[in-house]
């Protein structure tokens, strides 16, 4: 009888703990479901699936996205723009995505992974570091080599000089397709291509780009221009401003004599109404136009020669190349004198 007992306590304990591991291995699963679903929701929100920096090397800037260093073989990597003292648009900390680029003398592009079906978004960074006025750099994007993303790109023309400039493309993946605006493209290996296509004005060129998933309406973006124009250097934008200052003085001068000759010719017919002598009148009339004549030039003499003075140049004046020929070319000179004014002494004592 004991024994009959002690076997059904045992089978009841033995159940008991079978139930046990059994409850608390569907609580694993479930809470491990619910964190996959929280995760997989907060992935929802905005993924970076693949980000570089072209032409240089890791940077995380300040969304916390992190730029991976270029591994591109293709073209040149330049890191031209560090000449620059700003970039216009972004915080200092960023700037380093727009100064560094990677540009090729045909076309050239890059490889972007996919993450499945959803919705995309490309975020493709571009600075105009070297030129400084438009059409000089003009180039077109295309992606999946078949959409024409971003056409005749005008860095300069968009934004001017050292100024950041982005281009936001979206686009969805669904069963092997991706389809941009009205246009369906297959898709291959999960792969998608970028390329930047050489054109007739230099070479295509590229700053840095992300890739997302997500909510891509919430990738980040750069602010809006400012309505003073563009972000030149400070150089270029106050010899603008002499420029446009000393031709509105030239202006204003021309409309002065101007007036000054219609209102010498208004006292001409009346003088010739009322003296008889016309002769002297317009030797008069003349030596008032020459001597106006003689104080605009002055003017206009003293205006360049104040905007001379005011010009500023881009850095220290360069010594004269041919200072020191004059010098060497001279030393033999001035050793020979030298040596034959004691010659000269000891001959003179014998």
């Known amino acids: 009888m004991n024994l009959a007992t002690s076997s059904t306590t045992s089978i009841s304990r ?7 591991v059994y409850v608390a291995s569907v609580l694993l699963i479930s809470c491990s479901s619910l ?49 620059l003292l700003i970039i216009g648009r972004v915080p200092q900390q960023d700037e380093v995505l727009y100064r560094t680029e990677r540009y090729h003398t045909s076309t050239f592009g890059y490889d972007l992974p996919l993450e499945g079906d959803g919705n995309y978004a490309l975020l493709l960074k571009f600075c105009e570091v070297y030129f400084n ?31 950041a400039h982005d281009e ?48 891509v309406e919430r990738i980040p973006r750069l602010p809006a221009m400012q309505s003073e124009g563009f972000n030149t250097d400070d150089q270029f934008e106050e010899k603008r401003h002499d420029i446009n200052g000393h031709s509105s003085n030239r202006k204003l001068k021309t409309n002065t004599k101007k007036v000054m000759e219609d ?12 003296v008889e002598d016309e002769d002297n009148i317009i030797d008069d009339d003349e030596d008032v136009d020459s001597q106006y004549d003689n104080e605009a030039g002055h003017d206009d003499l003293d205006d360049l020669e104040r905007e001379r003075r005011n010009t500023k140049t881009s850095g220290p004046r360069h010594p004269d190349p041919y200072a020191s020929e004059d010098s060497t070319i001279m030393m033999p000179v001035i050793v020979a004198i ?7 002494f000891c001959l003179c004592k014998l």
Request: charged residues 25%.
């Open 14 to 20: 033995r159940n008991s703990f079978q139930l046990l």
């Open 35 to 83: 964190y996959s679903g929280v995760r997989a929701a907060a992935n929802n929100d905005l993924q970076v699936i693949y980000a570089i920096n072209a032409g240089g090397y890791d940077h995380t800037d300040k969304y916390g996205i992190l730029y991976e260093a270029d591994p591109l073989n293709v073209g040149t990597a330049s890191d031209y723009g560090n000449h």
């Open 133 to 163: 006025e438009p059409n000089k750099k003009v180039f077109d994007v295309v992606l999946n080599r078949q959409h024409e993303i971003v056409s005749n790109l005008d860095i300069f023309a968009q934004v001017g000089r050292g100024t």
């Open 168 to 215: 936001y493309i979206f686009f969805t993946v669904s069963r092997g397709k991706l389809h941009y605006k009205d246009e369906v493209s297959d898709i291959r290996n999960n792969v998608i291509r970028l390329e930047f296509i050489k054109g007739t004005y230099d070479n295509p060129k590229i700053n840095a780009f992300a890739l997302f998933k997500g909510d």
């Open 263 to 274: 209102d010498v010719e208004e006292d001409l017919m009346d003088a010739d109404e009322e």
């Open 338 to 344: 030298g040596c034959f004014i004691p010659l000269l």
